[in-house]
């Protein structure tokens, strides 16, 4: 029983990953174009989610600033919610609310990107940085899932958003990581070209 469980996890997750496929494909695509004209012109990408939402965060910035599969120097990104030291301080004069926000007014410029995390949508801190990165004309990135939620709402024109049609925030975040993926691998794709495939 517990073993046809785990297979269950594979099967449903691999199913949803075919499913959205198509329907992922072009925001991910516009993604990419986004992070290579914010980066190409000398601007960063500053990412934050809450929980596990900020752990993918967090590993897309590794990915960005460190490396993917291949070497290249380095590309400007900062996890937001890395710090949490930060976070307590900023929330200790402010609402908690405003601890992103606060991040993103400080750090942000015209021409960067706030990567914006929220399976739901509807998380407060993220919401606010979503404002603050539209106050400083910056172009905000956002993936989510169960209909996108108070942040998929607040989304502009010039905004992108990845929302994967589920209910189930594991999934979600499958979802997440593997456009995250999607992203940086066309980002070193179109600045180093095309990598042949492995055998």
């Given at each position: 029983?517990?073993?046809?469980?785990?297979?269950?996890?594979?099967?449903?997750?691999?199913?949803?990953?075919?499913?959205?496929?198509?329907?992922?494909?072009?925001?991910?695509?516009?993604?990419?174009?986004?992070?290579?004209?914010?980066?190409?012109?000398?601007?960063?990408?500053?990412?934050?989610?809450?929980?596990?939402?900020?752990?993918?965060?967090?590993?897309?910035?590794?990915?960005?600033?460190?490396?993917?599969?291949?070497?290249?120097?380095?590309?400007?990104?900062?996890?937001?919610?890395?710090?949490?030291?930060?976070?307590?301080?900023?929330?200790?004069?402010?609402?908690?609310?405003?601890?992103?926000?606060?991040?993103?007014?400080?750090?942000?410029?015209?021409?960067?990107?706030?990567l914006a995390v929220s399976t739901g949508g509807n998380s407060p801190n993220v919401v606010a940085a979503i404002e603050a990165a539209h106050e400083r004309d910056m172009t905000v990135l956002a993936l989510t899932g169960?209909?996108?939620?108070?942040?998929?709402?607040?989304?502009?024109?010039?905004?992108?958003?990845?929302?994967?049609?589920?209910?189930?925030?594991?999934?979600?975040?499958?979802?997440?990581?593997?456009?995250?993926?999607?992203?940086?691998?066309?980002?070193?794709?179109?600045?180093?070209?095309?990598?042949?495939?492995?055998?």
């Open positions: 029983m517990l073993e046809q469980s785990i297979e269950q996890q594979f099967i449903d997750s691999a199913d949803l990953k075919y499913q959205v496929g198509p329907l992922l494909s072009k925001p991910i695509a516009a993604a990419v174009q986004a992070l290579l004209s914010c980066v190409t012109s000398g601007g960063k990408v500053l990412a934050c989610g809450n929980g596990p939402a900020g752990a993918v965060a967090q590993a897309f910035v590794a990915a960005f600033v460190g490396r993917f599969e291949r070497e290249r120097p380095g590309l400007g990104a900062l996890a937001l919610s890395a710090d949490s030291t930060l976070l307590t301080a900023i929330s200790g004069n402010y609402d908690f609310s405003a601890g992103f926000a606060r991040q993103v007014s400080a750090l942000g410029q015209a021409g960067d990107v706030l169960r209909g996108g939620g108070q942040a998929g709402r607040l989304l502009r024109e010039t905004d992108i958003h990845i929302s994967v049609p589920h209910e189930r925030s594991s999934r979600i975040l499958e979802v997440h990581q593997l456009a995250l993926h999607c992203m940086v691998e066309g980002v070193d794709n179109q600045l180093l070209g095309e990598q042949e495939a492995s055998t």
